[in-house]
């Protein structure tokens, strides 16, 4: 019952970011001076997790490298007496024990977990994904391994968000339980406005079980070729299987927009001594 790893997907191209993506992998992408995927990390380390799979895809070896050690510079910084620089350039190549494996063609999120289904060898998993940073006193992912440990079903982020901004999500719809929790009775990944069936919204966290493997499988890709994440969830929902949704407590960035990470740069500035 214990959730000890964590998948995540960092195969996008990073197309709401070009042209910097171009040449850049967007987990990447520097908040304040740390990568996005930095934060990622750190999260699912702070909620118990010991073990991290990322998924890649071409252009990505940036951040293979930045997880590494990197003897030279760890070399250059100890001539130099730079110690506590040194210090933090150890702690990130030790932070926590990272996998690789590659998603050699886009073909959505969803085919990107499927990717996971190996390494995960029938436990139930984290997935975070890059694109948004949570901030919060209690890691965001640690709050959905609470209702975890106490349904153990899968477990959904969720936010509610500006009705404007229902079609950039997966949305869902649910039986209210108290304290942010709901049972997931429908969802749909990016609705328009129109036919929404609430403004809750799914964040890029999730905790799964192993049966969403088989339920990937059995969806069909969507119009664009991709196969989602949200229709192999619905398609749980269908096999009478438990969903619960959480509305995660804290701050949270979508730093895959420009605004967003933008915004993210900027708030969390304040207070650090410049
Ligand atoms: C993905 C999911 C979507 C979810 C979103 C959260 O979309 O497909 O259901 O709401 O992440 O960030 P993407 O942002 O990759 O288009």
């Known amino acids: ?18 042209p ?16 996005v995927i930095h934060y990622v990390v750190e999260e699912a380390i702070k909620a118990g ?65 499927l990717h996971a289904e190996k390494h995960v060898n029938g436990e139930s998993f984290a997935v975070l994904l890059g ?14 391994i609470g209702v975890y440990k106490r349904y153990t079903c899968t477990v959904l982020g969720v936010e509610e968000v500006e009705w404007s ?31 929404a069936p609430s403004n809750i919204a799914i964040v890029g966290r999730y905790i799964l079980e192993p049966d969403i493997f088989d339920a990937l499988k059995a969806v069909k890709p969507d119009k664009n070729g991709e196969v989602q994440l949200t229709e192999g969830l619905r398609y749980l929902l269908q096999q009478q299987k438990n969903i619960a949704a959480k509305r995660i407590e804290g701050k949270r960035y979508d730093v895959g927009t420009l605004e967003g990470w933008l915004k993210a740069n900027i708030e969390l500035s304040w207070g650090v001594r410049l």
């Open 49 to 113: 997790i010991d073990d991290v799979l990322i998924i890649t895809g071409k252009g990505k070896r940036a951040i293979e490298d930045y997880f590494d050690r990197s003897f030279e510079l760890e070399y250059y910084l100890k001539e130099r007496g730079k110690l506590e620089e040194l210090k933090e350039v150890e702690e990130i190549g030790e932070m926590v024990d990272i996998y690789y494996v590659r998603q050699k063609k886009p073909l959505g999120l969803g085919d990107a977990i």
């Open 165 to 195: 901004e229902v079609e950039k999500y997966g949305i869902i719809s649910g039986e209210p339980l108290g304290e942010g929790l709901y049972e997931v009775r429908d969802l749909v990944e990016k609705p328009r406005r129109e036919v």
């Open 131 to 144: 694109d948004d940073i949570i901030i919060s006193e209690e890691p965001g992912i640690k709050q959905l």
């Open 20 to 35: 910097i993506t171009k040449s850049m992998p967007k987990e990447m992408l520097p908040v304040l001076n740390k990568p």
């Open 1 to 18: 019952m214990v959730i000890r790893k964590a998948v995540i997907p960092a195969a996008g191209l990073g197309t709401r970011m070009l």
